[in-house]
């Protein structure tokens, strides 16, 4: 029941924004606020992926006759990356795209891309049987899977301006996924226990981002940024935001640094005056 609250919840907030974010009649530029108080360009980033796992599934059946009692355990668990592969659960990702930054209070921050990102990662599997607690046979295998995914995202955050050289930014965003390349080899399932071979080939999520941007000389920012989806919307899978890869789960966490150009004109933009002392406006100093 309070995972449906988070529903209405979205949307009014999904609402303040679209009401904050629609431009005025009048004056020019990203809500008719002018130019001169707008920051904007591309930008690309470079990153990695890491499927951070989830909890493990485990199942015990018992079953008896008139002279034996019989035991079977099952055990699944996502891949541990501190174990023997430690690199096997990280993926590059490579990004591109444009920006907005403007004054605003609430909503100043906007930007929309497009991405290329690889999940890895693996299931560690084992099942054990038992007659009158004698272990009589056991079984290991591990499952791993590597996607690459093209994805489309949009995002809209409040940046807070902690410097002239400093922000800080966060909000919530959309993505719309397309798995072009599966690699998957599954483990054996758990009885009674939902098994998938993996995600949908097609996944549009609800996000988080936080990012910290560094602006530098001329017209360069340079912003770490981490992502996690937060709310599945397609397939919609009863408001879980982690993947399932054959008996377990897996959160996507996204790591980028992006590399943001400010446009001529943006508002972060040093002045450059001429040797007669006067500035692109014309005007004497």
């Known amino acids: 029941m309070k995972k449906l609250l988070i529903i209405p919840f979205l949307l009014i907030i999904f609402t303040a924004i679209g009401q904050d974010y629609k431009p005025g009649k009048k004056g020019g530029g990203l809500y008719s606020t002018g130019q001169n108080v707008v920051d904007k360009g591309w930008f690309f980033g470079l990153g990695f992926t890491y499927m951070l796992p989830y909890s493990p599934v485990s199942e015990q059946i018992e079953t008896s006759d008139s002279t034996n009692q019989y035991t079977t355990t099952y055990f699944a668990q996502h891949k541990n ?9 990280f993926g590059p990702s490579i990004e591109i795209g444009k920006f907005k930054m403007n004054d605003k209070k609430i909503i100043n921050y906007m930007d929309y891309s497009l991405s290329w990102k690889w999940f890895r990662g693996g299931e560690n599997f084992s099942s054990n049987s038992f007659v009158n607690n004698n272990l009589t046979s056991s079984y290991e295998t591990r499952g791993t899977y590597s996607d690459h995914l093209v994805s489309g995202n949009f995002n809209l955050g409040y940046r807070f301006d902690q410097s002239d050289k400093k922000f800080y930014v966060n909000g919530l965003g959309l993505n719309l996924d397309y798995t ?3 690699g998957r080899t599954g483990t054996a399932p758990i009885p009674s226990k939902e098994y998938v071979d993996g995600p949908s080939s097609i996944l549009g999520e609800l996000h988080y981002f936080f990012g910290i941007g560094f602006k530098t000389s001329k017209r360069l920012i340079i912003m770490p940024i981490i992502e996690t989806p937060v709310l599945a919307l397609y397939p919609f899978n009863h408001l879980v935001s982690t993947h399932p ?10 790591f980028r640094v992006r590399f943001m150009f400010l446009k001529k004109g943006s508002k972060s933009c040093p002045k450059v005056y001429n040797p007669m002392g006067i500035d692109p406006d014309k005007q004497l100093e």
Not at 245 to 253: G, K
């Open 81 to 89: 990356t501190f174990a023997k592969s430690f690199a096997t659960q």
């Open 180 to 182: 072009f390349i599966k």
């Open 245 to 254: 890869y054959f008996n377990t789960r897996a959160r996507p966490i996204l």
